[in-house]
């Protein structure tokens, strides 16, 4: 079985940081993906963590522990069109494809 | 070309009609999706085609037929659906199935009446 767990919403100020965690349990796992979705867009990619540890992208980045199957997306220097839906993504190992926890809706505010 | 492109963008259509949605991906990749996504809720997955054969059927009703003619094209024919099927339907495609990232394509708005 899988279980993805994220905040269904979070509410930040422009200019700010913001972070937003997930955690997973799967019987496999071969990495997580975080995508970010607009209202009537379709996802679109931000990270992919398959090793333990930060990457950075920008304002964005994601941080892995796979001992403790948790994630998180860290997005700095908040901007209004930040607000959106985001996606944590975990990917078992095989074939299998991509399960999608819930979503965060972040909404940033000035 | 990191586009993938859905026709139609809309769609409206009625419970016994029949309509085919289309996706299209010039990258190269040999696994593409289809998801189904309600409003606020994540996109679920409907179909998996890896190298243009089927491998992942996830008890999608039989209303919902999916076809892939060549590696580019992904298409998703309607029949008899119901109003609860409305809904914004999103074709993704990878590099393979694994550790890739998905493209997604801007979806297809449909509305069942």
């Known amino acids: 079985g899988q279980n993805i767990d994220q905040p269904t919403e979070m509410t930040a100020t422009e200019g700010a940081i913001v972070q937003i965690n997930c955690t997973y349990q799967t019987s496999g796992f071969n990495g997580l993906f975080w995508y970010q979705q607009h209202a009537g867009e379709a996802p679109t990619f931000l990270s992919y963590n398959v090793l333990d540890g930060l990457e950075e992208k920008g304002r964005f980045s994601s941080f892995l522990s796979r001992s403790k199957g948790y994630s998180y997306l860290l997005l700095k220097e908040l901007q209004m069109k930040d607000s959106a839906s985001y996606l944590c993504a975990v990917l078992n190992s095989g074939n299998t494809p991509l399960v999608f926890g819930k979503g965060t809706r972040l909404s940033v505010i000035a | 070309d990191t586009e993938v492109t859905q026709t139609p963008k809309h769609l409206v259509m009625g419970m016994t009609n029949k309509k085919s949605l289309k996706c299209e991906q010039h990258?190269?990749?040999?696994?593409m999706y289809w998801y189904k996504q309600k409003a606020k809720k994540p996109p679920e997955l409907m179909f998996v085609?890896?190298?243009?054969?089927?491998?992942i059927n996830e008890s999608v009703p039989s209303r919902f037929s999916p076809e892939c003619p060549n590696s580019s094209l992904l298409n998703l024919h309607l029949h008899a659906l119901q109003p609860e099927d409305s809904a914004l339907y999103l074709c993704a495609s990878s590099t393979r199935t694994g550790g890739y990232e998905q493209y997604f394509g801007p979806g297809t708005r449909l509305t069942v009446t």
């Open positions: 990258m190269g990749h040999r696994a």
């Open positions: 085609y890896s190298y243009e054969k089927l491998s």
